[in-house]
């Protein structure tokens, strides 16, 4: 089949998605775009929407020109359809005379989609059945617990970043920026810009463990030269708003009656444990906390693709997942930032589009992206959680805000039953049962009872919808989605 057949659908509009979106496009495939939010650019270029657009919006955003250029691309494109308020709420393998497994079957998937406003009734049931299918679902923070952590003026870090770029509110007055990893940087600049005081940036890595991390093998950094110019511009705003950065602490609790009036910090050992007597409470009244990301692996998983022991995405050198047709890009694959999330799509695209990568722009992005792969290496060699982070924790500690499930209460079920495996301790004391349906705790579970499975059920609803909307008649899009307009 070539690229002018095949229909490529690609869920997520963020740096992967959109780079896949046109790579697949320029190869020639028809192309829908499906993103949850109302305006494309993720997590990543999130911002004010075009009808109350920033007069100086690449100020809070690192390669503006590169989202503009490629939402123009999309938008001009006649082989493209973007649809926004998009969700993909399940995913089904069937039977479709587009793909050939290597088993001789012809499979393919199929995407249940509701598009409309997020919880609103009524909205609009698709199904698309895509030659190829692109995920680019991206990640979400991963926020360790502490006593306190379920009061009102805890963030993760990406919410407050996403209240301050997308609609320039502060969280709080005074916040505390605490947690794991580069992001905290651009968190702590985003709420300065929206006038908040930051009383300080406190990374868990303690300053040896960052340097053996960063500086272990240095050649992994050549695609990340670009990265020290972010860098030292986020050094250089610290400096100027008098901002502390200070390595090897963690905020290990947060005070408040109703809501967060103060936070106590406390110095970390290698293993991220508090030392004893080296705790100090901070007056705040709002927290932004971040210990890394978590890939959106409900898609995935309900395609059936292959995970690594580290739960991201397995490709092949092409993109391709372990499911026929089906291809992934961005932090699903591993967490390595921007640039590699834009090389990992380009690749994607043109693949799943069938296009030559021995050709035109394909070269490039594959070099960029086995480049970029370095950076996502030291990240984690850095800044990866190390399991001392648990002697914070009380017994009285929330550990699934959904469900209100203790620490004291899992360690009760564990002792219970004599099971350490996630599913089985779930179901025994509600942890991730909730409505986020584990997406906040369920990491942390795995953890904590050192459950070496996926710790993500294979779910046929892979977020939460009404029983209205399930009920409701869907419009297929298998060969209606053609039309070159954004719906």
Same mark, same amino acid.
């Given at each position: 089949?070539?690229?002018?057949?095949?229909?490529?659908?690609?869920?997520?509009?963020?740096?992967?998605?959109?780079?896949?979106?046109?790579?697949?496009?320029?190869?020639?495939?028809?192309?829908?775009?499906?993103?949850?939010?109302?305006?494309?650019?993720?997590?990543?270029?999130?911002?004010?929407?075009? %009808?109350?657009?920033?007069?100086? $919006?690449?100020?809070?955003?690192?390669?503006?020109?590169?989202?503009?250029?490629?939402?123009?691309?999309?938008?001009?494109? =006649?082989?493209?359809?973007?649809?926004?308020?998009?969700?993909?709420?399940?995913?089904?393998?069937?039977?479709?005379?587009?793909?050939?497994?290597?088993?001789?079957?012809?499979?393919?998937?199929?995407?249940?989609?509701?598009?409309?406003?997020?919880?609103?009734?009524?909205?609009a049931a698709r199904t698309f059945e895509p030659d190829a299918l692109v995920l680019a679902t991206g990640a979400h923070d991963r926020t360790l617990p502490f006593p306190g952590w379920q009061l009102p003026g805890v963030y993760s870090a990406g919410a407050a970043q996403a209240l301050a770029k997308g609609e320039r509110v502060a969280v709080g007055r005074r916040?505390?920026?605490?947690?794991?990893?580069?992001?905290?940087?651009?968190?702590?600049? &985003?709420?300065?810009?929206?006038?908040?005081?930051?009383?300080?940036?406190? %990374?868990?890595?303690?300053?040896?463990?960052?340097?053996?991390?960063?500086?272990?093998?240095?050649?992994?950094?050549?695609?990340?030269?670009?990265? @020290?110019?972010?860098?030292?511009?986020?050094?250089?705003?610290?400096?100027?708003?008098?901002?502390?950065?200070?390595?090897? $602490?963690?905020?290990?609790?947060?005070?408040?009656?109703?809501?967060?009036?103060?936070?106590?910090?406390?110095?970390?050992?290698?293993?991220?444990a508090p030392v004893p007597g080296t705790e100090r409470q901070v007056e705040a009244d709002a927290v932004a906390v971040s210990h890394g990301f978590t890939p959106r692996l409900e898609l995935a998983i309900a395609?059936?693709?292959?995970?690594?022991?580290?739960?991201?995405?397995?490709?092949?050198?092409?993109?391709?997942?372990?499911? =026929?047709?089906?291809?992934?890009?961005? %932090?699903?694959?591993?967490?390595?930032?921007?640039?590699?999330?834009?090389? %990992?799509?380009?690749?994607?695209?043109?693949?799943?589009?069938?296009?030559?990568?021995?050709?035109?722009? @394909?070269?490039?992005?594959?070099?960029?992206?086995?480049? @970029?792969?370095?950076?996502?290496?030291?990240?984690?060699?850095?800044?990866?959680?190390?399991?001392?982070?648990?002697?914070?924790?009380?017994?009285?500690?929330?550990?699934?805000?959904?469900?209100? !499930?203790?620490?004291?209460?899992?360690?009760?079920?564990? $002792?219970? /039953?004599?099971?350490?495996?996630?599913?089985?301790?779930?179901? /025994?004391?509600?942890?991730?049962?909730?409505?986020?349906? @584990?997406?906040?705790?369920?990491?942390?579970?795995?953890?904590?009872?050192?459950?070496?499975?996926?710790?993500?059920?294979?779910?046929?609803?892979?977020?939460?919808?009404?029983?209205?909307?399930?009920?409701? /008649?869907? !419009?297929? &899009?298998?060969?209606?989605?053609?039309?070159?307009?954004?719906?």
């Amino acid at each position: 089949m070539s690229g002018q057949e095949r229909h490529v659908v690609v869920v997520g509009a963020g740096p992967a998605g959109l780079a896949a979106a046109r790579a697949a496009a320029d190869a020639g495939a028809r192309v829908t775009v499906l993103d949850a939010a109302d305006v494309l650019g993720g997590q990543y270029w999130r911002h004010l929407p075009d %009808e109350r657009p920033a007069g100086r $919006e690449h100020l809070l955003h690192h390669k503006w020109d590169t989202y503009r250029a490629l939402s123009d691309a999309l938008r001009a494109h =006649p082989a493209v359809t973007v649809v926004p308020t998009a969700q993909v709420w399940s995913l089904e393998q069937v039977s479709s005379p587009g793909l050939v497994s290597s088993s001789g079957r012809r499979d393919g998937v199929r995407l249940n989609v509701l598009v409309g406003e997020p919880d609103a009734a009524g909205r609009a049931a698709r199904t698309f059945e895509p030659d190829a299918l692109v995920l680019a679902t991206g990640a979400h923070d991963r926020t360790l617990p502490f006593p306190g952590w379920q009061l009102p003026g805890v963030y993760s870090a990406g919410a407050a970043q996403a209240l301050a770029k997308g609609e320039r509110v502060a969280v709080g007055r005074r916040v505390v920026v605490a947690g794991a990893g580069p992001f905290l940087l651009p968190v702590a600049s &985003s709420l300065l810009r929206t006038g908040a005081t930051v009383l300080g940036v406190h %990374e868990a890595s303690r300053t040896g463990s960052l340097a053996r991390g960063w500086l272990d093998r240095p050649w992994e950094l050549a695609g990340a030269v670009g990265k @020290a110019g972010e860098l030292a511009g986020y050094v250089g705003e610290l400096v100027r708003h008098r901002v502390p950065w200070r390595p090897g $602490e963690a905020v290990v609790a947060a005070h408040g009656d109703g809501q967060v009036e103060a936070v106590t910090v406390a110095r970390l050992d290698a293993r991220w444990a508090p030392v004893p007597g080296t705790e100090r409470q901070v007056e705040a009244d709002a927290v932004a906390v971040s210990h890394g990301f978590t890939p959106r692996l409900e898609l995935a998983i309900a395609a059936g693709c292959a995970l690594t022991a580290s739960r991201f995405v397995i490709v092949d050198d092409t993109q391709a997942t372990s499911v =026929p047709g089906v291809w992934a890009a961005g %932090e699903i694959t591993g967490i390595g930032g921007a640039d590699a999330a834009l090389a %990992e799509g380009a690749v994607a695209g043109a693949a799943a589009a069938g296009g030559d990568l021995g050709a035109g722009a @394909a070269p490039r992005a594959i070099r960029s992206r086995d480049r @970029a792969r370095g950076f996502a290496a030291r990240i984690e060699a850095a800044h990866g959680i190390r399991g001392g982070w648990v002697r914070w924790l009380r017994d009285d500690t929330v550990v699934c805000r959904c469900e209100e !499930t203790t620490y004291g209460r899992v360690r009760e079920v564990v $002792e219970l /039953t004599g099971s350490h495996e996630t599913r089985s301790v779930k179901l /025994t004391s509600r942890a991730g049962l909730g409505p986020c349906q @584990a997406r906040m705790c369920g990491r942390t579970l795995q953890d904590l009872l050192d459950d070496g499975g996926t710790g993500v059920d294979r779910r046929p609803i892979v977020v939460p919808v009404r029983l209205g909307d399930l009920a409701a /008649t869907p !419009t297929s &899009s298998t060969h209606t989605a053609s039309q070159p307009q954004e719906t």
